[in-house]
């Protein structure tokens, strides 16, 4: 029994590997940070993640560990949002953060891209309606401002709108004072960001990390 467990895990590692472009080592890293993180549990909740050290003085906290349970970011052609998910999801999630290999095609950066792209749209885009608007994009900005303590509310409130004024004229010209800005599309978006390499610069390499040194704050 315990001879066909093992390998229907390694069967399950190997499908995953295949799915999201991680080595087989990888898999069996992220199962045990998984089972860490869950108290060998077979699914995780968002209390789970909730204390991680490394999360706890990040500012947008909260949207990070709702990208975890949004359905957009789990492969699933629906919205909203899931209650707990299993290490399928998990892992799927944290695909997204993969680095893309040395001499990687170009076509297939454009698409590694395109994902990183659209999953950093996902935590802007609070309501799933698919335009990011003023009051979520504020909300971001504040919430990452706030960690500098010394900006006050409003001086926050002032950058945020300012900071969308000028990504609106990027998208759709520029705008007089009185006039209303719906939001960003997914394509304006990615329109904003052409020109930064962000297939490179969102990684997370966490599956070099020892999971005796991932602090939970319990």
């Known amino acids: 029994m315990g001879a066909a467990q093992s390998e229907g895990r390694a069967q399950m590692y190997q499908d995953l590997a295949d799915k999201t472009g991680f080595s087989t080592e990888q898999i069996r890293n992220l199962h045990s940070r998984f089972q ?4 060998d549990e077979d699914t995780l909740r968002r209390e789970h993640l909730e204390n991680l050290t490394n999360l706890a ?26 209650q707990e998910i299993g290490f399928e999801e998990f892992v799927t999630v944290l695909s997204v953060f993969r680095p893309p290999k040395p001499r990687t095609a ?9 994902e990183k792209l659209r999953f950093l749209f996902n935590m802007h885009d ?7 608007t003023l009051d ?15 900006i006050e509310a409003e001086t ?33 978006f990615m329109q904003i960001l052409k020109d930064i ?12 990390l020892d999971t005796r040194t991932m602090h939970c704050g319990k």
């Open 36 to 39: 860490y993180l869950t108290q």
């Open 57 to 82: 003085l990040n500012p947008i906290k909260r949207q990070i560990i709702e990208a975890f349970f949004d359905k957009r970011n789990l492969g699933q052609n629906e919205k909203g949002c899931l």
């Open 106 to 114: 170009e076509d297939k950066n454009k698409t590694i891209k395109e």
């Open 126 to 132: 609070t309501d799933n309606d698919g335009v990011i």
């Open 136 to 150: 979520e994009y504020r909300r971001v900005v504040e919430e990452l401002l706030s960690s500098y303590g010394t």
């Open 156 to 188: 926050a409130k002032a950058i945020s709108d300012a900071a969308m004024l000028e990504v609106a004229s990027v998208t759709v010209g520029r705008m007089g004072p009185d006039e209303f800005y719906e939001g960003i599309t997914f394509e304006q």
């Open 197 to 208: 390499e962000i297939e490179t610069k969102m990684n997370v390499h966490f599956w070099n």
